[in-house]
């Protein structure tokens, strides 16, 4: 496969993964996680489960060569403390203009959904190595409120109490300028809680 495209736009591939914003979201989850997952573990959330794909065993290894090379650039970007939001991420008061921001935050949620058990571990020993875990906990709610509202805004909307939701409709633009931050702070609150499990980060950027 040619290195210089993604894995989402090989024509050969990108049929049998989730759309490219949704599954990235869901690897930039896996990288942020306190601890990574092994490939066999999350790369199965990235595929397209609706259908029956065929492919050999070259295929199966360069789609899994082109899944690593995204988890390594994911890790890259937080190493160098880039921006960690992809550029088609827009907000707008339009849902069809919005569509990639919201799929990209629903990988984000399901990802960490799916590896709730890591991140309850790294809670444990941080507990138990006395991290200040209501503060963190905190931190993370605040992360995980602002991500689910930005995911399915109709939905939070919905569920605002009636005097507040005008307030709720006229905020969005501006939780929306705080998501980079509130990504960076997603992976700090990480990077604390890693201190209290073997770091798998290091593995990830030399291979």
């Not at 690897?27 to 492919?55: C, K, L, R, T």
């Not at 939001?85 to 799929?103: G, N």
């Not at 507990?127 to 689910?148: H, V, W």
């Not at 905020?171 to 929306?176: D, I, R």
């Amino acid at each position: 496969m040619p290195t210089h495209i993604s894995i989402f736009e090989h024509p050969e591939f990108s049929s049998m993964l989730a759309s490219r914003p949704y599954a990235e979201g869901v690897i930039f989850a896996v990288a942020s996680a306190p601890e990574i997952p092994m490939p066999e573990e999350w790369m199965p959330w990235v595929i397209d489960q609706s259908g029956s794909h065929s492919i050999s065993k070259q295929q199966a290894d360069e789609l899994a060569d082109g899944l690593m090379k995204q988890l390594r650039d994911a890790l890259d970007a937080m190493r160098k403390q880039a921006a960690l939001l992809p550029a088609y991420c827009k907000w707008s008061q339009e849902s069809e203009q919005r569509s990639a921001l919201c799929d990209w935050l629903k990988g984000v949620l399901t990802g960490h959904q799916q590896l709730e058990k890591v991140w309850q571990r790294a809670w444990h020993q941080g507990g138990e190595q006395g991290s200040d875990l209501p503060a963190l906990a905190e931190r993370l709610t605040r992360c995980l409120k602002l991500f689910s509202t930005l995911a399915e805004p109709e939905q939070a909307l919905a569920n605002a109490p009636d005097n507040k939701r005008s307030t709720l409709h006229e905020g969005l633009p501006k939780l929306f300028v705080s998501l980079p931050a509130m990504l960076q702070e997603y992976v700090a609150i990480s990077g604390e809680l890693a201190g209290h499990l073997p770091n798998q980060f290091e593995t990830f950027q030399s291979e």
